[in-house]
């Protein structure tokens, strides 16, 4: 069953806007991870934020986690062209499978 | 010195054939993964594997097969194939479970008419 929900599902903005997406899940978790997908390959790691963790800062990239509402939130400042993609959380629970979102497709222009 | 690599990228076939797809993984992961995205880009995890043993098995038709040779590659064999098997395969691996990042494979696309 899917565990992850991002909003929006959609978003569009100009080259060094921020762009900010957010995910629910229903389930308690031992980390969430964020994944970005280009059109027509796959999968890319971009962070991982454990369960003790409230936010976690990669580059450009910075990703909240609030347990208490099951809520994750992934912000890229400044962002580029490049940096149009689906952006997918992943939930991960004892061990089980990894569930994925339904994911926010980012458009960005330049 | 691709890290996860499928093959064929695309398949084309007709409905009622057997296809198989392959991956590779050369990360000397120990876990792999065949992950199944529809047309809305929902991403579903269909099996794992674990030093060439199945520990995820999602409900999945049976005439869905992976096999494991090695630790190395996990392929998917889909028996009778149904139009609505359509869809991009994904591959997947890492390191100790899913606790980690997982390294994806390009995809393969496959279309039954």
């Known amino acids: 069953s899917q565990q992850g929900e991002e909003d929006p599902q959609a978003l569009s903005i100009q080259e060094g806007e921020n762009a900010t997406m957010n995910c629910s899940y229903k389930t308690s978790i031992n980390n969430l991870q964020w994944y970005r997908q280009n059109s027509g390959r796959g999968l890319v790691h971009l962070i991982l934020i454990r369960s003790n963790e409230r936010e976690k800062h990669s580059g450009r990239l910075r990703v909240t986690l609030d347990t208490s509402k099951k809520s994750s939130s992934l912000l890229i400042t400044a962002s580029r062209a490049a940096d149009t993609a689906s952006y997918f959380c992943a939930t991960e629970n004892e061990g089980t499978a990894l569930i994925f979102g339904k994911g926010t497709t980012l458009s960005v222009s330049s | 010195d691709t890290a996860v690599s499928q093959t064929p990228k695309y398949l084309v076939t007709q409905m009622g054939n057997d296809k198989s797809i392959k991956c590779e993984q050369n990360l000397g992961h120990d876990t792999m993964y065949w992950y199944k995205q529809d047309s809305k880009k929902f991403l579903k995890i269909m099996f794992s594997?674990?030093?060439?043993?199945?520990?995820i098995n999602e409900t999945v038709p049976n005439r869905f097969s992976p096999k494991s040779p090695d630790k190395a590659h996990l392929n998917l064999h889909i028996n009778s194939l149904e139009l609505g098997d359509s869809a991009v395969y994904f591959c997947a691996s890492s390191q100790e479970g899913l606790v980690n990042e997982q390294f994806f494979g390009p995809g393969t696309r496959l279309t039954v008419l």
């Open positions: 594997y674990n030093n060439k043993e199945l520990i």
